[in-house]
Nanobody, 124 residues
Framework: VQLQASGGGLVQVGGSLTLSCIGSGNAFSFESMGWYRQAPGKERESVAVIQSSGTTTYADSVKGRFTIARPNTGSSVYLGMNNLKPEDTAVYYC???????????????????WGPGTLVTVSS
């Protein structure tokens, strides 16, 4: 399974960016897809996640500014980021997971996947 993320870059305070992530190679449909971020010296945190049901969750710090979308609950996920702040500066990682299941009589366990990360820098 591969997750290819893109869309990071340098933007001024108050600006906007859209991150894209396209997954491929998965035998089962992704259960959830989302975005996490890690700022320098900080732990990785969840930013926004969307389930296959369409249910979304956001970090309090981005509510009202960021929007996650997953067209047709497929293998692509997007993060629209508006009114960016310096504290949004981080490496953003795309994440997905697949449920457990069976293929040709073989049990496939649940699995997590991470993209390589894309840097978002918000300058003041």
């Amino acid at each position: 399974v591969q997750l290819q993320a893109s869309g990071g870059g340098l933007v001024q305070v108050g600006g906007s960016l859209t991150l894209s992530c396209i997954g491929s190679g998965n035998a089962f449909s992704f259960e959830s897809m989302g975005w996490y971020r890690q700022a320098p010296g900080k732990e990785r945190e969840s930013v926004a996640v969307i389930q296959s049901s369409g249910t979304t969750t956001y970090a309090d710090s981005v509510k009202g500014r960021f929007t996650i979308a997953r067209p047709n609950t497929g293998s692509s996920v997007y993060l629209g980021m508006n009114n960016l702040k310096p504290e949004d500066t981080a490496v953003y990682y795309c994440h997905s997971d697949t449920p457990q299941g069976w293929i040709n009589g073989k049990h496939i366990p649940r699995a997590d996947y991470w993209g390589p990360g894309t840097l978002v820098t918000v300058s003041s």
